[in-house]
């Protein structure tokens, strides 16, 4: 396989009970890669979504991810290998601080007879180098994050998520609940996030958004790969046709069995 290929799914497949929620899905992802994964309702999105970050096991088919062939057992364990998974908005939790919120979930942590003590200066001289080498300025890293901008918590975000190690980042309709400008940075940090040689792939029912940011669109329709297409070489009409199949009942029909 070659390096530049982050992720490869191939013939993935997942039932629920007598439902084929997916039906052998195959696409790569390629480091530095944004993919928009558009598609109806039902047609599969999140299924996929969990089962690339360890949180639904799949019936069949293979994945590999940064090399390796496996599917992840857990969600830590996705994480651990540098999968990230954003599912409502980009925010983070606002009411506690910046050094908080970098290490979310992985805080250092020592044990003084037997009694776990957060290690706050150890953890706060991380959070500083970090946030320097990024180029950020940020006031006090004892501030709590709802009294930073919207800009300087997207960069906190982003640079916790590369200086852990982050390699693929899973969005799942993340705009949902924001307005035009919230979004609008959003998008910005997406590209911002793939230039830095980050796979990202976005689940998002609003084209203009997957137009806007993606490099590449794969459309998913009952639970297949119904298009997979650069951005640059397809129209939104195109992709409305992939994800209604409409394509499908036009000249290119398949042949009746009993001719025309
Ligand atoms: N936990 C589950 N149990 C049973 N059926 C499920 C479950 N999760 C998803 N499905 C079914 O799998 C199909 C794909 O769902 P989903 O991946 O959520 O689609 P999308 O995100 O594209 O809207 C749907 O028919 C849905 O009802
Ligand atoms: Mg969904």
Redesign the pocket.
Known sequence: MSDDILLKLENVT?N??A?E??RGISFEVKRGEVIALL????????????IISGG?EPTSGQMTFDGQQRFFASPSEAKAAGIETVYQDLSLCTNVDVVANFFMGREIVKKYFGIPVLQEREMEAVTAKAIANAGTRIPSLRTNVEYLSGGQRQAIELNRFVHWGGKLVLL?EPFAALGVEQTRRGLAMIKQIAAQGIGVII?THIMAQAFQVADRIVV?RQ?KVAGNVERNRTSPDEVVRMITGESLEGAAQEPRPNGP
């Not at 598609?39 to 969990?50: E, F, H, I, P």
């Open positions: 997942r629920f009970g439902i929620a997916l598609g109806d309702n039902g047609a599969g999105k999140s299924t996929l979504v969990k639904l799942d689940i998913i639970g």
